[in-house]
């Protein structure tokens, strides 16, 4: 892919109830956008410079509840792109020499992210159906749903956030190995993305990237897995129905669980913890001039000493100063 930074270009629209929409690039003085790991909902952190509009504070136009979007193109001679669309959530005015107003705009997975309900979950429901039941009832369009068969069994929640029981029904995917999902909204509808499904042929090498780094640790390694039953007296031990050994040659650190139904239940909860606490926890990240068509998800190439494919976790893009600072995870086979 041959991209030029120095060509790239954003704009930002403002689109008030009336429909007549509002170019208001040249008074946009600060930017930045962010996708972070864990959080299904975009935000956009803007501040402008207070001026007048056709007779009238433009304060007045950008009041909360007012819908923005961000667009960028390659060069002149493309076409514009969405980057993101949300509805401004909080406002700041501020009254000084350089006085300005900040903006906290997120994108419409907000509402999901924030809201709390009791949610039954039925044992052959799976990943997808919950997902697409979630966003129907609060309102948001569904765009590229990729299909999880996974069910991850019967659950009731009782209180917890959408946002939270969509990213646990995630996590119990890739848990089980049934495949590794990102959520996140595009043009205004919510898409399930499989990590790494994207065609993305630009390598990150040291030419491009400003810095980068990498930790590894064993810390919080679980080297060994013991599962127990139930016990039918409060004064007995539990039945051992499951142990797996890992990287012993660590040490032996011992993480129990209780409660298993049989054996098999045994194995899968075993089997669970392994895969996320039984490896090496190794974090990427690296600095460079921002690429506006890298999203959340995407798989990328790094050609530095850990050379290699990654999963892009979280982004955090400075509009203003054209660079992002990514969060790696290496790319599973």
């Keep these: 892919m041959d991209i030029s ?13 009336d429909g007549k929409k509002i170019n208001i690039t040249n008074i946009v003085t600060a930017a930045s956008h962010e996708e972070m790991k864990e959080e299904i909902a975009a935000r956009l952190s803007l501040t402008v410079k ?20 961000v667009e960028y193109r390659l060069n002149e001679t493309e076409n514009w792109e969405e980057l993101f669309r949300g509805t401004n959530y909080r406002f700041t005015g501020k009254t000084s020499s350089d006085s300005g107003l900040d903006l906290t705009i997120y994108d419409n997975l907000y509402p999901m992210a924030q809201s709390e ?11 997808s159906e919950t997902i ?28 917890d956030k959408i946002g939270y029981i969509i990213t646990e029904r995630l996590k119990k995917t890739r848990e089980r190995k049934r ?42 390694i679980v080297t060994r897995v013991k599962v127990f039953g139930n016990s039918d007296e409060d004064d007995q031990k539990a039945p051992v129905l499951h142990e797996v050994d890992g990287r012993t040659e660590f040490g032996i650190i011992q993480r129990v669980e209780f409660g298993a139904e049989d054996r098999a239940d045994a194995r899968e909860i ?43 976790k979280s982004i955090s893009r400075n509009i203003a100063q054209m660079s992002m600072n990514i969060d790696l995870e290496r790319a599973r086979s």
């Design 179 to 220: 495949g590794n999902y990102q959520l996140r909204s595009s043009k205004g509808k919510i898409h399930v993305i499989e990590e790494g499904k994207n065609e993305f042929g630009f390598i990150f090498d040291r030419d491009f990237i400003d810095s980068a780094e990498q930790d590894h640790s064993i810390e919080n």
């Design 5 to 17: 930074v120095q060509e790239i270009e954003y704009r930002y629209v403002l689109e008030p109830p």
């Design 270 to 312: 075993a089997s669970e913890i392994m895969e996320e606490h039984g490896r090496v926890e190794e974090k990427y990240s690296f600095s460079s001039p921002d690429l506006p068509m890298l999203r959340k998800g995407d798989l990328v190439e790094v050609a530095l000493g850990w050379r290699g494919k990654y999963i892009v």
């Design 117 to 127: 309900d009791q949610v039954k979950i039925n044992k052959s429901e799976t990943v």
């Design 50 to 69: 207070q001026i007048k509009h056709e007779g009238d504070w433009i304060s007045k136009k950008l009041f909360l509840g007012s819908q923005l979007r």
């Design 132 to 159: 697409s039941k979630l966003a129907k009832k609060w309102n948001v369009p569904l765009g590229d749903v990729a299909t999880i068969s996974y069910a991850p069994g019967a659950e009731l929640y009782r209180g």
